[in-house]
């Protein structure tokens, strides 16, 4: 099982022309995350996140973080969840972006495909597809979504943030260190029986997530030349302005230590 955290009227169908949360006929970028930790034999997905922010179909628009609006979905796993949820939840997103979204954004794709295959039992029409296509990004199908990877340089996303001017501020961004993660898996996994004790990882599993969606959504609309901004972009302040009800222990506050 999963939890979900969402600010989407209808989560399972962002693309839906009359459920989505932008105007119709408005193009979405989305933004793709998936977060990983040690289970003691191998690398488990923990959470995963999907962002989707409007863009125009050829021109760029400049955005700000106090106006940026878009949507999300971001899940945490349970203490008694399944290793297979992440990847039905990836492959469900991917599965209507594929044909529906303007840009499908990542952040080094292969790398964490190389990680998915062990965990697919049955086929997944979705990550089988983008994976397919991604080795060959510069001939793209007709009425499918560009394929952006924002690590094509080489360069981590760390460097990448840094590069392109996005500040998460000296606290947010530790919550998605590796480190922090497998402390966040490990104190999930020894709370079961104790729902008290699972609200806190969970929110940041599900906070980290999202917050490499949207870092990686907003350098791949850069790097496709449909967003833009001036100076540094304070993504901590969009975050929290989008997320504070869903999540209030990692964004309802500017100074929690992890």
Request: hydrophobic share 45%.
């Given at each position: 099982?999963?939890?979900?955290f969402s600010?989407?009227?209808?989560?399972?169908?962002?693309?839906?022309?009359?459920?989505?949360?932008?105007?119709?006929?408005?193009r979405?970028?989305t933004?793709?995350?998936?977060?990983?930790?040690?289970?003691?034999?191998?690398?488990?997905p923990?959470?995963?996140?999907?962002v989707?922010?409007?863009?125009?179909r050829?021109?760029?628009?400049?955005?700000?973080?106090?106006?940026l609006?878009?949507?999300?979905?971001?899940?945490?796993?349970?203490?008694?969840?399944?290793?297979?949820?992440i990847?039905?939840?990836?492959?469900?997103?991917?599965?209507q972006?594929?044909r529906?979204?303007?840009?499908?954004?990542?952040?080094?794709?292969?790398?964490?495909?190389?990680?998915?295959?062990?965990?697919?039992?049955?086929?997944?029409?979705?990550?089988?597809s983008?994976?397919?296509?991604?080795?060959?990004?510069?001939?793209?199908e007709?009425?499918?979504?560009?394929l952006?990877?924002?690590?094509?340089?080489?360069?981590?996303?760390?460097?990448?943030?840094?590069?392109?001017?996005?500040?998460?501020?000296?606290?947010?961004?530790?919550?998605?260190?590796?480190?922090?993660?497998?402390?966040?898996?490990?104190?999930?996994?020894?709370s079961?029986g104790?729902?008290?004790?699972?609200?806190?990882p969970?929110?940041?599993?599900?906070?980290?997530?999202l917050?490499?969606?949207?870092?990686?959504?907003?350098?791949?609309?850069?790097?496709?030349?449909?967003?833009?901004?001036?100076?540094?972009?304070?993504?901590a302040k969009?975050?929290?302005?989008?997320?504070?009800?869903?999540?209030?222990?990692?964004?309802?506050?500017?100074?929690?230590?992890?």
């Amino acid at each position: 099982m999963l939890r979900e955290f969402s600010n989407l009227a209808w989560p399972k169908t962002p693309y839906a022309a009359d459920m989505r949360p932008v105007a119709r006929k408005v193009r979405l970028l989305t933004g793709m995350s998936i977060q990983w930790a040690d289970d003691g034999s191998e690398a488990t997905p923990i959470g995963a996140a999907a962002v989707f922010i409007p863009v125009h179909r050829t021109a760029s628009r400049e955005i700000v973080a106090d106006t940026l609006h878009f949507g999300y979905r971001s899940v945490a796993v349970e203490p008694d969840g399944d290793r297979s949820d992440i990847p039905a939840f990836v492959d469900g997103v991917l599965v209507q972006a594929r044909r529906e979204a303007e840009i499908i954004g990542w952040h080094s794709f292969p790398d964490d495909l190389h990680a998915l295959r062990p965990l697919l039992t049955t086929p997944r029409a979705g990550i089988d597809s983008v994976g397919e296509a991604w080795a060959d990004r510069p001939r793209r199908e007709r009425s499918t979504a560009l394929l952006v990877d924002t690590a094509d340089d080489g360069m981590q996303l760390d460097s990448a943030l840094t590069a392109n001017r996005l500040d998460f501020g000296p606290v947010l961004w530790r919550y998605r260190a590796p480190v922090v993660l497998q402390q966040a898996y490990e104190d999930l996994t020894v709370s079961t029986g104790q729902p008290g004790r699972q609200v806190w990882p969970t929110q940041h599993i599900g906070a980290a997530a999202l917050m490499t969606a949207l870092a990686t959504a907003l350098m791949a609309g850069r790097q496709a030349e449909r967003l833009t901004w001036n100076g540094t972009f304070d993504v901590a302040k969009a975050l929290r302005l989008a997320a504070w009800d869903t999540m209030p222990l990692v964004f309802d506050s500017t100074d929690r230590q992890v």
